[in-house]
């Protein structure tokens, strides 16, 4: 939005990202958000005339919040706006059943041509009033039921110019917890790149759509080519980071992409899963060709029914089993994407998944309880039936929200974790395939995470002794009887049969 502004208007530009700022504390030596924004704030220096405040994701609603209102306090006089997922989606809840009275306005969807506009306009309250991209606490107040925002997108993607990463202290921000969470990358300088924005599916578990819209728009080739080099050898880029929704639309230009960041020796992590029907053997091949090590299978559910008729997902599992053999075949590691606790799933739709994913050759799984996004079909479905049990604007994957006919949160909670276990520990598909070094990477990393892990010290030591060192064998298989005592791990021990004498076993 920077480098878009000051395409068109002489502006100045400040960037306080509290993301990376409080990644960087060594404590937090303060009682609550709002607290720690102020201080950040003012040692910032910023003296901003207009001061917009962005959350993209759920679990930031109250800071978010919090922003809005340090801002408001400290700069009195300053216009006060707000934009991303998060505003886009729980306007009406935060100026109506919040009674927000310190944003000014907030930005509905893109804001690029929004904020251009409101930066080339004399008086930003009365344009804020008039133009449909900006929703205001009097519009929704007033004509609640008459105003409904628009978007107002860019088509040709390559009119943004090349972004203003001279807002940012790349050291810091190189900070990316993204990038460490793979596989295959240590310590890398990584940039997130957008190739493409918007997506055509109708995925019910997703809110996308309402920010980016679902026409697909694209910047050009050549723009991509061009970007890649300069955050290469202008920055220091060892990594892209693709955050496309759907980068797969068009595979030819997938080709190409490819090989551009092949000539460039980068290393491209798609922290998205990849649309899984194209992901079909030459296109694999290509991104093994180009040094891709890593991909992430959005493989949602086990089973079909869901899939198809809770998830609205045009996926069929048979894909899903053929290209994890063929990315294991191939050299890549596969993390696959699943989630449980749909509105309209059953228990016997998640038994039926648990026994599917066994066939799924995959490296690990990531078990999430589907969280009702707000803007998300899964949301609108789930508050009109009134299934959601906790306040939604905190959900992050993690924590079950939804109650159903069918299952309580505790179930889901509990079946996440069960699953977990079951997936990633008693039935790893890379200690089933004898793949042990592989497998042992994985459970010494949850070891370094929670070394009071049970099952990480019991399957290392399985692969220890696949490995014959009886040395390690040894000392996981004690960590594990001493951890497969706490009342924690015992349920779980009993659950999957575990062994539990230590004087037998070792
Ligand atoms: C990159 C990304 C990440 C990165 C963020 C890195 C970073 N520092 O930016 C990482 C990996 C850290 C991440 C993590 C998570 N993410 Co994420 N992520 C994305 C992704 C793929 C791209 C974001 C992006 O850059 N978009 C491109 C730009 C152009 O769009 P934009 O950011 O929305 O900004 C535009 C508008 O929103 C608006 N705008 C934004 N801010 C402002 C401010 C003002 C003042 C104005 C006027 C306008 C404006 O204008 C911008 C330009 O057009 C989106 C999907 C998506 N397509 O957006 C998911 C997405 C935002 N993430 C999502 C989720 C759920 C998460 C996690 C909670 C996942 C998890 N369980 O851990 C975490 C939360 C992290 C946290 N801090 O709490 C969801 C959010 C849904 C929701 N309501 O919560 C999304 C939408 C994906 C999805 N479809 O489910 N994510
Ligand atoms: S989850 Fe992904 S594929 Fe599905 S609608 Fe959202 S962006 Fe598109």
Known sequence: MSAFLKKFVDVEVQLLDLNTEINLLDDFPYDNFYDCCVDLIIKSGFEPDVVGVSSLFSPSFFNFMDCGRAARNLFPNALVIGGGNIPTNSYEHIFNDLDCTFFDGLCFGEGERPLLG??????????????????????????????????????????????????????????????????????????????????????????????????????????????????????????????????????????????????????????????????????????????????????????????????????????????????????????????????????????????????????????????????????????????????TFGSDFRKASIETEDFTAEYIQDMQYLMNLELNFVHNMDVRLGEYSIALKAFKNVIRIKPDHAFAHYFAAQCYQAMDDTQSFHEHMAAYFEHAESPFWKKYVEYFSMPTNAVAQI
């Open 118 to 391: 409101l930066m080339q306009s004399s008086d930003y309250h009365s344009y804020m009033r008039k133009s449909s991209s900006w929703i205001t606490r009097e519009k929704v107040a007033t004509d609640a039921a008459l105003f409904v925002p628009a978007h107002d997108f860019i088509d040709a993607l390559d009119e943004i110019p090349f972004f203003d990463y001279n807002l940012c202290n790349i050291e810091k921000h190189s900070t990316n917890p993204v990038t460490s969470s793979f596989h295959s990358v240590e310590n890398q300088r990584g940039f997130h790149i957008m190739t493409s924005r918007g997506c055509p599916y109708l995925c019910t578990f997703c809110a996308s759509h309402r920010t980016h819209g679902r026409k697909m728009r694209f910047h050009s080739i050549e723009r991509v080519r061009e970007d890649m080099s300069r955050l290469k050898y202008d920055f220091g880029a060892t990594t892209v980071v693709f955050q496309d929704d759907h980068l797969m639309s068009d595979k030819d230009r997938v080709y190409e992409i490819l090989q551009i960041v092949g000539e460039l020796k980068l290393e491209a992590l798609f922290q998205n899963g990849l649309t899984l029907y194209a992901l079909d053997r030459p296109m694999l091949e290509a991104f093994y060709a180009a040094g891709v090590r890593h991909l992430v299978l959005p493989v949602e559910s086990g089973s079909e029914k869901v899939l198809k008729e809770q998830m609205h997902k045009p996926l069929k599992f048979r894909i899903s089993e053929r290209v994890a053999k063929d990315c294991r075949e191939l050299g890549i590691y596969t993390n696959t994407n699943i989630l449980i606790g749909m509105p309209g799933e059953t228990k016997a739709d998640i038994e039926e998944a648990r026994i599917n994913l066994r066939k799924i050759h995959t490296n690990w799984f990531n078990i999430a309880c589907a969280s009702p996004i707000v803007g998300s079909d899964m949301h609108a479905l789930a508050k009109k039936k009134n299934y959601i049990k906790v306040d």
